[in-house]
């Protein structure tokens, strides 16, 4: 039995006891029985109600949930195509692995605290001086590569 069938069972059940009692001789105890059935059932309906729409918000949030698992799943099979990789001393970055490169994909590299945060986020080669840098356009980290521009 479902909860709204559940409800309609309440609902039938205090409107007949209701009807009951109108229809039946002036007993007063009888009425007073009957109308102690009816307003236990009225509270045994707004329970219902009330557990139906726990059990909405509930599966609301199971949705939810398991739509963040599916992406957190789906990030770390995309981050296994990557592997963490010093490219000067104390500095890494997430380096696309050759073998898990397309054939309509660069070479490229991912900044790590952005893929921590399950985003992806490609560094972007840049110069400051004579120094070269990667820097990540949504985090805004410039990452020292070790490499120098020459401009002689």
């Known amino acids: 039995m479902t909860p709204a069938e559940a409800l309609a069972g309440i609902k039938l059940i205090a409107e007949s ?16 029985e009957l109308s102690k059935v009816h307003s236990s059932l009225v509270q045994a309906q707004q329970v219902a ?3 139906q729409t726990a059990l909405a918000t509930a599966n609301q949030r199971v949705f939810e949930l398991e739509e963040q698992i599916k992406k957190g799943l789906d990030w ?25 490169q397309k054939s ?3 070479p490229h590299s991912l900044c790590v ?3 921590q945060d399950g985003k992806k ?19 805004n980290a410039a990452i020292a590569d070790g490499t120098f521009v020459n401009w002689i």
């Open 17 to 32: 006891a209701k009807a009951l009692g109108n229809i039946l001789p002036s007993s007063g105890k009888l009425r007073s």
């Open 49 to 51: 109600l009330d557990l």
């Open 76 to 100: 770390t099979t995309e981050l296994e195509r990557y592997e963490l990789t010093e490219i000067t001393a104390g500095v890494v970055v997430y380096r696309l692995k050759a073998s898990a």
């Open 104 to 106: 309509d994909e660069a």
């Open 113 to 115: 605290q952005c893929a």
């Open 121 to 139: 986020a490609f560094l972007q080669r840049k110069t400051i001086g004579t120094k070269g840098f990667l820097d990540c356009p949504r985090c």
